[in-house]
């Protein structure tokens, strides 16, 4: 090839030379094959389709009708088995599986070179023997799947009025030369440590796992809190953030970054965190939480929309089961992380047989946490005014938030402080539908699709670990970080390249997941805009009372709707 040598590729072409090479292409086999339009218009189209069936098995074409029975998964064309990982032929219309060996034995029987998995979208290369990587390919099956998205999830208004979501159009920096004439391009990919200000470990791995938060970090890198215009600066937390996002992501240097700023900010408005004494990284990471919602913009105490409310706060549902007459008292309160107990012995480090009913799963810990449970107390129903021994009582998810927050009590203050040491296996991915208040308990075939939504809705991919080494009283806290889709291991200042099996080997005290899919909503209005509205209509209403004057109808009916309104848009 670097000496101009023409050779056969197997399908009819040469092997393009490294100038003739599509951009994009990391395969020289499949670059040759699709250096026609004609080559490339097929493909796509292959890859069109192998996207559409994949998003009909992830869900994303919402729930099948009520009335309609399930689309036949698609058979094998070797076997005419039912495929639960179809790979289409990108050169002809074979459909067969990839575990089975069916797939490989079409493209040797036929000389075809290229099937494309419909999951995943990764295209097999018979000659390379390998998956492959195509920039363009991939690109489609990213739109493919974006527009099925697109399509199937509208937004749902106060009105009950589905409006079709906006598409998604990708930035570039045609015509905007003139606006980016006065900035320079950075790394600033984050990857930058912590110093140690004196047993501030607690400190470092809350930061890390906020400075990776793509909520978080999309919201200060997006100029939404400027300190510059900030009258606060002494003890808001959100410009200490701030100055944090721009020195991790706007910076060149890769040197430790002290926060003693944040540190001392902290210590003026959480007296009981001051000092150089060690803290629970849990309970810093809850302070840091309400300090940063105390000093954002607007932030209310009801309803509130503010990024920590909007990033962390779900709803837990809670619901008692009267022993007497059975009535189900329900109430929902709501949370910001939560917290999961350990089945195992303070200081064991033996893990329990596989499958057992003490198994320190996180699967397992959520189970336990969202079974039912007989009340320790007498309980006074208010249905049937009697006081009964045989209450039971269970939790669910209302509400999921964008991140997830998991807390494993490991920490045990009884007549010793102790530590629980058992190991924990948490997955990479989790999915929470499960556990949530609308299939809790129920049956499959009772859960109403239109209400559930598409099971891939709940979905959530692990970005952020927090683990703690040695003894209560004189351990030490590191974390798990992942970075463009690597993973990093923080030690204060040392930062060092990992794996994702590491981090899953590792002994969490605190584990970070974050939604896979978003819901998206055509406006939020924010918090205080609604309380300055609700507080202008109270005004004049108590204004018409207190004149004694009659309103007109006209006027009457307005602030009705004007009331209505400001309590039907969500928070």
């Known amino acids: 090839m670097a000496d101009g040598t023409v050779t056969t590729n197997g399908v009819g072409g040469h092997y393009p030379t490294k100038t003739e090479l599509a951009p994009g292409s990391g395969c020289e086999h499949f670059a040759a094959a699709s250096v026609s339009d004609e080559a490339r218009d097929r493909f796509a189209e292959k890859q069109r389709t192998a996207a559409l069936l994949g998003s009909h098995f992830a869900g994303m074409d919402g729930p099948p009708p009520r009335k309609k029975r399930k689309l036949p998964a698609p058979t094998c064309g070797m076997c005419a088995g039912p495929l639960h990982r179809p790979m289409l032929c990108l050169q002809c219309s074979f459909v067969a599986g990839w575990d089975d060996g069916h797939m490989k034995a079409h493209l040797d029987k036929t000389g075809h070179s290229f099937a494309v998995d419909a999951k995943s979208g990764m295209i097999f290369c018979k000659s390379c023997n390998d998956f492959i990587y195509s920039k363009d390919m991939d690109e489609r099956f990213e739109q493919t799947l974006l527009a099925v998205e697109e399509k199937h999830t509208p937004f749902q208004t106060a009105q009950d009025n589905r409006i079709e979501r906006q598409h998604f159009r990708p930035w570039n920096e045609d015509g905007h030369e003139e606006q980016l004439s006065g900035f320079r391009s950075v790394a600033g990919r984050g990857r930058r440590g912590l110093l140690n200000l004196g047993a501030s470990c607690y400190l470092s791995v809350i930061v890390q796992t906020f400075m990776h938060n793509p909520v978080l970090r999309n919201y200060f890198l997006s100029d939404k809190h400027p300190t510059r215009l900030c009258k606060n600066t002494k003890t808001c937390i959100c410009c200490e953030m701030d100055k944090l996002y721009s020195e991790f992501y706007s910076s060149d240097t890769i040197a430790p970054y002290g926060p003693a700023s944040l540190m001392h900010s902290m210590w003026l408005t959480t007296t009981e965190l001051a000092g150089y004494a060690q803290q629970d990284a849990h309970e810093f990471y809850l302070a840091a939480l309400h300090q940063i919602h105390a000093s954002s913009r607007g932030s209310t105490n009801v309803s509130c929309n503010c990024v920590i409310h909007s990033t962390f706060a779900?709803?837990?549902?809670?619901?008692?089961?009267?022993?007497?007459?059975?009535?189900?008292?329900?109430?929902?309160?709501?949370?910001?992380?939560?917290?999961?107990?350990?089945?195992?012995?303070?200081?064991?480090?033996?893990?329990?047989?596989?499958?057992?009913?003490?198994?320190?799963?996180?699967?397992?810990?959520?189970?336990?946490?969202?079974?039912?449970?007989?009340?320790?107390?007498?309980?006074?129903?208010?249905?049937?005014?009697?006081?009964?021994?045989?209450?039971?009582?269970?939790?669910?998810?209302?509400?999921?938030?964008?991140?997830?927050?998991?807390?494993?009590?490991?920490?045990?203050?009884?007549?010793?402080?102790?530590?629980?040491?058992?190991?924990?296996?948490?997955?990479?991915?989790?999915?929470?539908?499960?556990?949530?208040?609308?299939?809790?308990?129920?049956?499959?075939?009772?859960?109403?699709?239109?209400?559930?939504?598409?099971?891939?809705?709940?979905?959530?991919?692990?970005?952020?670990?927090?683990?703690?080494?040695?003894?209560?009283?004189?351990?030490?806290?590191?974390?798990?970080?992942?970075?463009?889709?690597?993973?990093?291991?923080y030690d204060d200042d040392k930062v060092t390249r990992s794996t994702l099996r590491a981090c899953l080997d590792s002994r969490a005290y605190m584990c970070f997941y974050i939604k896979r899919h978003f819901e998206y909503r055509p406006y939020s209005r924010p918090s205080y805009v609604e309380a300055a509205k609700r507080m202008e209509l109270e005004k004049a209403m108590k204004k018409g009372a207190g004149t004694g004057k009659e309103k007109s109808p006209e006027k009457a009916v307005k602030l009705e709707s004007l009331s209505r309104q400001t309590s039907a848009v969500p928070a």
């Not at 047989?353 to 009340?375: I, M």
């Open 314 to 489: 779900g709803q837990l549902q809670s619901e008692v089961v009267c022993g007497e007459c059975s009535n189900v008292t329900t109430t929902v309160d709501p949370m910001l992380d939560i917290s999961l107990d350990l089945k195992g012995v303070a200081g064991s480090k033996s893990k329990p047989p596989l499958g057992a009913v003490d198994e320190n799963t996180l699967g397992a810990c959520l189970r336990r946490y969202t079974r039912h449970e007989k009340l320790p107390h007498e309980y006074n129903c208010s249905e049937c005014g009697k006081m009964t021994n045989g209450a039971t009582k269970r939790l669910s998810f209302r509400k999921l938030p964008p991140v997830l927050a998991f807390h494993f009590k490991r920490f045990e203050h009884s007549s010793t402080a102790t530590k629980i040491d058992t190991p924990i296996r948490f997955p990479s991915v989790i999915n929470m539908a499960p556990y949530t208040s609308a299939a809790l308990g129920k049956e499959e075939a009772t859960i109403d699709p239109e209400e559930f939504g598409p099971d891939i809705l709940y979905d959530y991919d692990l970005f952020a670990v927090v683990n703690h080494e040695g003894k209560i009283d004189t351990g030490h806290y590191t974390n798990f970080a992942r970075v463009d889709g690597e993973w990093f291991r």
